[in-house]
């Protein structure tokens, strides 16, 4: 066995990763400022919901957007 072997792996962060965690830390700072009711209409549906709610639905729709859109090499 090579030294290389016997180490144990580390968990490695890449740059796309660091990035990702930025901009969920972004997002949930956003999110939580924004506490206040909204009137949210969507389709035929009329009511008010918290603001934070609401983004982060829309956050979560945009990340599924994305999980089912990308190329698959």
Do not use: C
Request: charged share 20%; proline share 3%.
């Amino acid at each position: 066995m090579n030294e290389d072997e016997q180490k144990p792996r580390r968990f490695a962060v890449n740059s796309k990763q660091w990035a990702a965690i930025a901009l969920v830390i972004v997002a949930l700072v956003f999110i939580l400022q924004n506490l206040t009711y909204v009137r949210v209409e969507f389709f035929l549906i009329h009511t008010a919901a918290p603001l934070w709610l609401v983004l982060l639905v829309t956050l979560a729709a945009g990340y599924a957007i994305g999980w089912f859109s990308k190329r698959r090499d």
